[in-house]
């Protein structure tokens, strides 16, 4: 058989269990003996760890193996730790037959036999096989599908008998209605087929929740237009393909290609049934804008499904357009190409972010809320923006590259543009409006077409030297604003992720601006999602009430207690299967406390697992939990880089005032015992003898990335204390100890405590007599607390001089 005829080779995972009753030793006296399980099967081979025993052996490994054919066999053979004393057992099955015998999750046990006499032996070896899952659901299906279908006739029918039914094909129907329950039916027997041999497919899962939905909503029509009716029955015939599965098993190897896009494309019809008839984002606009051309629409949809329909019976292969009503343009594919390369490139490609997605299981509820926004507005939501925000490392490009990833494989995706770490020529604002018309071009060829006419439009000054707005306007805005059918194609999502890093610090706040601004007028089916480090101006934007009926924000807070946990174990199982440890490693205990030391601090949980990850993790895992982490270079440089980057860009380090007000609301913070409110620490730093100062909430929220400000200000990790206190890790500006001040600074805490108990504190401040309780009165919290500490200050203030306290006490005095 030529290599190109051969069968492509398919994954199982194979896992040896155990086995009982194995022969005994001649001689009692020797005792236990050492066996291993080898597992052979087109002539490649796995073995296991050896296992001590006597008559039953114990081995709970995982292998991954291949084979080309179903038929081929799984040899399983037991030896023994001498020659004297070696096992001679063994057991031969083909792959057909232990995939039977271990449906439904069950566990195979297989007989022994004698492999010089083939004689059986009592024992019998227990061991679990299953097609490993692939990454493409498709692939993952469709080979399930061929390892079944791609036997001789009567074995594959033997094997999917009770799947697919006799029925003598779908019956013509007059009414819509009954056309897609009979598809239902058909597909209700697709994903059973699929159900029980390849856990539900997930394409033909999406197409009967499209269809049924539709199905739902023709019933409560009076009448339907004759041409979607035509169009139902179109899809109806084409689904005679499952019953063609049983006659024809000698074109499986096509399924893997042609039935996604069979299933893609009932999907789109469903998707445009359910428009025209009023009950996505056109509404009724929808039916009344497309109108005559409806009939066109749907000819070309049903087109395109018969098309389908004969690739599976011919096994042709050409290019099939999923979107059948998308316009063809006729410029050449060589001027397409060179007038696209214009645009250039901007931003890290959304391939390059899939390796740093979420962990399968965190963020959930971040992810399914905003996935909602895009898909599924709510009746009465105008809004097309939304916008993550978080501090610096929280995993907001994370999250982002999860959202964009599932939309992708949902030909959602319009546009993904991320600006954290990307190259510095690649993240300014003029690039980012070209890569967003790049992309868009790339994801509908109606928009290609328009953007190129733009582009080489040669009546107006040219668009790529045109300044922002302007740009924006003409490569985005009227672009989508040309098509009229547009709201009908469903939800369109635009990602900009990172829009913080975009250009100078001022920068993104124009392109915020803008979008915000400039798509006001176009349908509500294009939504924008945007991930931002949170400062002021974005903080200002998603709370601005005029501009809240088109924009929803969110703030990505600490990773839950339960994320962070996911994530180690994760991590942890990872280093553990790369580095071969013992398969208890770490364990429940080293992961608790691994989770409790992050504090939901998603960068601490990423430095921490990058520290153990060497050579050999569980000496570092051991340090990690045992030393102090100040003692540890390797954790806390990492660390650093990121508190640096949210100090650099909190303000003008240059600046005075800036300086001066951080380090007194960094004192106001880190000297006082208890958490303080924000409304605390502003009252206790109104210094009545200087110009007021901006709100302390302004320079909280700049320091977001280490401060929390809800309704108490806090530390986000006990590393950044850690880093505030080593001259070495964060240089003089940021240094702190003991309240210490730099020199040449006025204001620091001892004199703030002292101005805030001369303005405070008056003669009886409770009005109490020699009778009175002191109970029935409190101080102010910022009050108390300059009550408390102004003499530790005074103490620890190295420039603060006598000659300062004889001022300030003829003041009070």
């Known amino acids: 058989m030529s290599p190109e005829s051969e069968p492509p080779l398919v994954a199982y995972t194979l896992q040896i269990i155990s086995a009982n009753d194995l022969p005994q030793r001649r001689l009692k006296v020797l005792g236990e003996r050492n066996v291993t399980a080898k597992a052979t099967v087109e002539g490649r081979s796995v073995t296991t760890k050896v296992c001590t025993c006597t008559s039953s052996a114990e081995w709970n490994e995982t292998f991954q193996i291949e084979a080309r054919k179903g038929s081929s066999v799984l040899s399983l053979q037991l030896y023994g730790s001498t020659r004297a004393t070696s096992l001679n057992c063994v057991s031969d099955n083909t792959i057909s037959h232990l995939l039977q015998l271990c449906r439904n999750g069950k566990d195979a046990k297989v007989d022994l036999h004698d492999k010089k006499s083939g004689r059986k032996l009592n024992g019998r070896i227990r061991i679990h096989l299953s097609l490993t899952r692939s ?40 009414v819509a209605s009954e056309s897609i329950s009979n598809v239902l039916d058909k597909l209700s027997r697709f994903m059973g087929i ?97 109108g005559a051309s409806t009939a066109v629409t749907v000819a070309g949809m049903a087109q395109s499904l018969i098309t389908l329909r004969g690739q599976f019976d011919t096994s042709l292969s050409v290019q099939i357009a999923i979107v059948c009503f998308r316009i063809q343009t006729d410029v050449t594919t060589i001027l397409v190409n060179q007038t696209l390369d214009k645009l250039g490139s901007s931003g890290v490609p959304l391939a390059r972010r899939s390796l740093s997605q979420c962990i399968p299981g965190t963020r959930r509820v971040v992810i399914d809320e905003i996935l909602a926004w895009a898909l599924h507005p709510s009746k009465g939501d105008n809004s097309n923006v939304f916008i993550l925000h978080g501090v610096a490392g ?24 991320s600006f954290d770490r990307a190259p510095p020529g690649q993240s ?10 790049l992309q868009m071009a790339a994801f509908d060829e109606r928009l290609l077409a328009l953007i190129v006419d733009i582009i080489n439009d040669r009546k107006k000054a040219p668009v790529l030297d045109a300044l922002l707005p302007e740009q924006f306007d003409r490569l985005i805005v009227k672009p989508l604003a040309s098509i009229p059918t547009l709201p009908g194609d469903g939800a369109i999502v635009i990602v900009l992720d990172g829009l913080y890093e975009c250009g100078q610090p001022d920068d993104w706040a124009s392109v915020l601006d803008i979008l915000v601004r400039q798509t006001k007028t176009l349908p509500s089916n294009l939504r924008f999602i945007i991930t931002s480090r949170t400062v002021n101006d974005i903080y200002a934007a998603s709370n601005n009430t005029m501009l809240h009926p088109r924009l929803q924000s969110r703030e990505l807070r600490s990773s839950s207690h339960s994320d962070i946990s996911v994530y180690f174990k994760f991590r942890m199982e990872e280093i553990r299967r790369n580095k071969h440890l013992q398969e208890d ?11 409790a030391q992050a504090f939901g601090f998603f960068p601490w949980a990423v430095s921490a697992s990058n520290f153990v990850d060497m050579h050999d993790p ?25 508190y640096r980057a949210a100090l650099n860009s909190a303000g003008s380090w240059r600046d005075v005032d800036f300086t001066r007000d ?10 006082s015992p208890n958490t303080m409110s924000t409304a605390a620490i502003g009252r206790l730093l109104d210094r009545p003898l200087s110009p007021p100062p901006p709100p302390v909430i302004v320079m909280i929220r700049r320091l977001g990335s280490v401060l929390s400000h809800g309704p108490v200000v806090q530390i986000l990790h006990p590393s950044f204390l850690d880093f505030l206190s080593s001259r070495e890790r964060c240089g003089l500006d940021w240094y702190f100890e003991h ?33 009175s309780r002191l109970t029935t009165e409190v101080l102010p919290e910022e009050l108390a607390y300059a009550c408390q500490f102004w003499v530790d200050y005074i103490f620890s203030d190295e420039t603060f001089e006598l000659r300062e306290i004889e001022q300030l006490l003829v003041v009070f005095l």
């Open 585 to 595: 490693w770490p364990g429940p205990t080293a992961i608790a406390e691994l989770t």
């Open 135 to 174: 990454g493409d659901w498709i692939l993952d299906e469709a080979q399930r599908w061929a390892l079944v279908l791609s036997h001789p006739p009567d074995t594959a029918l033997t094997a999917a008998g009770r799947y697919i039914d006799d029925a003598d094909g779908l019956l013509a129907k007059a």
């Open 662 to 671: 951080f380090r007194a609301i960094m004192s106001a913070i880190l000297g």
């Open 394 to 417: 929280i995993g907001k490009s994370a999250v982002a590259a999860a959202i964009a990833t599932h939309l992708s494989k949902m030909d959602r995706l319009g546009a993904f543009v």
């Open 739 to 771: 309240g210490l001040v730099r020199p040449g600074l006025n204001a620091g805490p001892a004199t703030l405590c002292l101005q805030r108990i001369n303005t405070g504190l008056k003669h009886n401040i409770c009005d109490m007599t020699l009778s």
């Open 194 to 290: 699929a159900d029980e041999l390849a856990k539900i497919h997930p394409y033909a899962k999406g197409a009967w929740d499209i269809l049924s939905a539709v199905h739902k909503i023709i019933v409560a029509q009076v009448a339907i237009d004759q041409s979607v009716a035509d169009l139902l029955k179109t899809i109806q015939d084409v689904y005679s393909f499952v019953d063609a599965i049983k006659e024809e098993p000698s074109k499986i190897k096509l399924l893997e290609d042609i039935i996604e896009r069979i299933l893609n494309q009932t999907a789109e019809c469903g998707r445009f049934i359910q428009e025209y008839l009023g009950h996505g984002f056109a509404g009724r606009l929808l039916r009344e804008t497309m």
């Open 618 to 642: 569980p000496k570092r895992l051991q340090s990690l939990l045992l030393q102090p982490l100040t003692s540890i270079p390797e954790l806390n440089t990492p660390l650093d880089e990121l």
């Open 428 to 437: 300014q604002p003029h690039t980012a409006v070209k890569a967003l018309a």
